[in-house]
């Protein structure tokens, strides 16, 4: 029921070398970084999730640990498993505290905490610090005994409005911890102390294969090997194939905009976690919108798209688009700014908190809204090259990997 994570595979040379984010991020917040660690020196920790793979969480914590075992940090990274059901009941979960409705019965409940308290039972190696993400396992603190640790709980989920009766099971479990850290304040369960609550917004990791520089003329190339057409406008969303991402909807205002640009392409990209049994329905609906639209490009990590098409894509299309409709934070919009990419986004969630000051029009509620956006961008390329560089610039000061290590290593280190 629980497994550790290698995660040699997901670093290289340059990302596990601090220094190497001095000129990026300045001379503070790297000093900063190397204290804390020699302060934790000798503190074992525990990273639990329910995936590898696939998602936000997965892609944080395989760029985050190998920076902060290089470190000299002592960090590993366990999975809890379960059957296919338990991960349909923790999906469910999911959507429940991002406002969903969910009517929780005994069978389910019963499910989801004989996986937790079985993983529980296999939890043998000790550690000092466990820091759990998200819903699935959240439990396994309950189940864990007096252990002499410190456990953390960090919530991903845009937890803004929850529906009512999962908020209600999982809090006396939450309650248990010793801290709990959210996106953003708005995203605290009311239900929970506030003098445990601390807010740290997720980050991207600049020198990974999906953001690293590329030179444009090869992106290009690139795509126009997938079957895309270089001399006509493309559009891009790149998301995991869930309900809140609005795959179906991004179609939808690409449709609209085609009305005026008859020649607008679309590519969406997304991968499949490990853990979201709902993607497959999803991906099938999103393929059958699309089956007789030649200018509609689906591509997932099924097919052997992976961190580098990504990046490619990112940096060869016109607009970025994150049709969120409930987003805990959204990478993908850091992403796209960090390459200097325009972005349309869902008003929701962290998406706002990562658009620069004076962009704030192109945060959109509606269909009709995402393509009016699109179609004044695709129209102003000075006012999409203007709002790259400031996007930029905005996640070079706020939300880049070093920000994210130096704030939970204060957390952990205020903690023990």
Not at 89 to 114: C, I, M, S
Request: aromatic fraction near 8%.
């Amino acid at each position: 029921m629980l497994s550790k994570v290698s995660i040699g595979k997901h670093c290289c040379a340059a990302s596990t070398n601090l220094e190497n984010y001095r000129p990026l991020v300045g001379d503070e917040i790297i000093d900063e970084i190397q204290t804390l660690a020699n302060q934790l020196k000798g503190v074992r920790i525990c990273h639990l999730n329910s995936t590898a793979n696939g998602g936000g969480v997965a892609e944080l914590l395989s760029r985050y640990l190998p920076l902060v075992q290089a470190l000299g940090v002592s960090a590993e990274w366990r999975l809890i498993h379960g059957q296919p059901e338990f991960f349909t009941v923790t999906k469910a979960f999911h959507n429940g505290l991002q406002g969903g409705h969910y009517d929780l019965r005994d069978p389910e409940h019963d499910l989801y905490l004989d996986a937790n308290e079985q993983s529980a039972k296999l939890m043998s190696t000790e550690y000092d610090v466990f820091i759990v993400h998200d819903p699935q396992p959240v439990a396994i603190r309950h189940f864990s005994g007096p252990r002499n640790a410190k456990w953390i709980w960090r919530c991903h989920i845009d937890s803004s409005a929850p529906d009512p009766s999962v908020s209600a099971f999982l809090t006396p479990f939450i309650q248990e911890y010793d801290a709990f850290i959210f996106t953003m304040p708005g995203f605290l369960l009311p239900s929970l102390p506030k003098n445990k609550a601390h807010f740290i917004a997720p980050a991207i990791e600049p020198m990974a294969t999906k953001n690293m520089d590329l030179p444009l003329d090869v992106c290009k190339r690139a795509v126009a090997d997938s079957g895309m057409a270089l001399t006509r406008p493309i559009l891009l969303q790149v998301s995991r194939f869930d309900p809140w991402k609005d795959p179906l909807g991004v179609i939808q205002a690409y449709r609209l905009v085609k009305e005026e640009i008859p020649g607008v392409q679309l590519a969406l990209i997304g991968a499949m976690a490990g853990d979201d049994p709902e993607g497959w329905a999803l991906l099938e609906k999103v393929e059958e919108e699309a089956a007789n639209d030649s200018d509609i490009f689906i591509f997932t990590n099924l097919g052997g798209v992976g961190s580098m098409e990504v990046n490619v894509f990112q940096r060869a299309c016109d607009v970025v688009i994150q049709k969120s409709l409930r987003e805990g934070f959204g990478l993908v919009v850091s992403e796209a700014l960090w390459k200097e990419k325009p972005i349309i986004a869902g008003k929701t969630g962290g998406i706002p908190m990562q658009v620069p000051k004076g962009f704030e029009h192109n945060l959109v509620d509606t269909i009709e809204g995402c393509a009016e956006r699109i179609l004044h961008l695709l129209k102003h390329s000075g006012e999409r090259g203007d709002y790259g560089r400031a996007g930029r610039e905005h996640v070079r000061r706020n939300f880049l990997l070093p920000r994210l290590v130096r704030d939970e290593l204060q957390l952990i280190n205020s903690l023990i």
